[in-house]
């Protein structure tokens, strides 16, 4: 590699994001220890960590709908601002985009008009929905670097270049035990509520977990785990309990717990999880779970027309077949989700069949390193960027 000091600017919006930054950030100083780059841009606590200077801190700027977006429109105006002014000052030498689309594909056109070179890592899915946007990646979009196997194809197929470099989830198998069902010979059983990372999800997801907690309590002796996502704090999750409680619900054996969310699902039978990222973590842990989502009515009326997929479960499009049941706004009911967690924890049969179809997910993830061979393909296609320049 040339041995300027050259700068490379990197643009994430929330924490999930932000921590795939700066995996992928140290690899590409693991694989390139004689190269002195400076690292800029938008993120948090782990990219500061890998040495990135902060433009930004976005740990506070995730949305999941219309009017969440609205409401922290100014926020990203100052971003969208922040980052042009110092792209333009510095001219770095590559922009690596990781996930978040909404703010990404507004900015990468004025990012490709400074003639800076485009990586997106974890590309948007526009596979799933907002297929218009494709023509905007094939027009600024020099690598994609994406985490779900069928897409490279789907890119490339629409002449976007575009390699799969594996899923980061993929890391969590080294908490699969010998015998993958963690459901105890003696009760009670152990069942994991995940919902979610964002307030406005929480907010909405979790009574509907709590309902069909109370449901399979009924039939089965069971503790319920929250899994505390960071950015939620503890209080919030209390008081949805104490209000779902004084609804009349009832009582239920309740935590709220602070461990990694793959740790707890790695020692609960079976798991009640919100769509997402979650998901995936939970089929590679071979947890059985079903799946559960509910937006608000105004952002579900706008988005579901423009929703190309029939399953929104990321293990269920993955593995080409429905593994695990989709509960998705109307559908999303205490009792219909009970009644089916009910059934898994009374038959270990019919857990071994589900564990066998997220086992054929895991298995078309395949064992790469996403990180690793993220930072290989960019350390090529900056080698190729410096050929050319003579």
């Not at 950030?25 to 841009?41: C, R, Y």
């Not at 900015?107 to 799933?128: M, S």
């Not at 309990?241 to 602070?258: P, Q, T």
């Amino acid at each position: 590699m040339d041995s300027r000091k050259q700068s490379i600017l990197v643009i994430t919006g929330e924490t999930s994001g932000e921590t795939h930054a700066a995996g992928l950030i140290e690899q590409m100083k693991l694989q390139n220890p004689h190269q002195s780059l400076d690292w800029f841009g938008s993120g948090g606590s782990h990219m500061a960590a890998a040495g990135v200077e902060l433009l930004s801190d976005v740990s506070q700027l995730g949305a999941i709908g219309t009017w969440d977006a609205l409401a922290l429109m100014g926020r990203y105006f100052s971003l969208y601002r922040n980052v042009l002014k110092e792209a333009e000052r510095r001219r770095p030498l590559l922009a690596v985009l990781v996930d978040f689309p909404d703010f990404n594909l507004r900015i990468v056109g004025k990012l490709k008009a400074l003639n800076i070179p485009i990586c997106y890592f974890i590309g948007p899915q526009v596979w799933a929905w907002r297929q218009s946007r494709l023509k905007q990646i094939k027009r600024c979009v020099d690598l994609m670097l994406v985490i779900l196997p069928f897409e490279e194809a789907f890119f490339r197929d629409r002449g976007i270049e575009a390699h799969y470099v594996g899923n980061p989830c993929t890391k969590l198998r080294r908490f699969l035990s010998e015998d993958k069902d963690s459901c105890p010979d003696s009760k009670p059983y152990t069942v994991a509520l995940l919902p979610g990372s964002r307030t406005r999800e929480v907010e909405n997801i979790l009574p509907i977990q709590l309902d069909a907690a109370s449901w399979i309590a009924q039939r089965h002796s069971v503790r319920f785990w929250i899994v505390k996502a960071p950015e939620i704090h503890s209080d919030r999750l209390q008081k949805i309990y104490d209000r779902w409680r004084k609804n009349g619900k009832g009582e239920i054996s309740l935590e709220i717990r602070h461990e990694e969310a793959s740790e707890l699902l790695s020692r609960a039978c079976c798991a009640i999880v919100k769509s997402g990222t979650s998901t995936l973590e939970a089929a590679i842990l071979q947890v059985p779970f079903a799946m559960v989502y509910r937006l608000p009515r105004v952002s579900y009326f706008l988005a579901r027309p423009r929703v190309k997929t029939a399953a929104y479960c990321l293990p269920n499009l993955i593995a080409g077949e429905q593994v695990v049941p989709e509960f998705v706004q109307s559908q999303a009911k205490g009792e219909k989700i009970g009644d089916y967690l009910s059934e898994l924890l009374g038959d270990r049969k019919r857990r071994d069949e589900v564990r066998n179809g997220l086992l054929r997910v895991t298995e078309k993830l395949g064992d790469g390193d996403a990180y690793c061979e993220g930072a290989r393909h960019i350390t090529q296609f900056l080698k190729k960027s410096w050929m050319m320049q003579g």
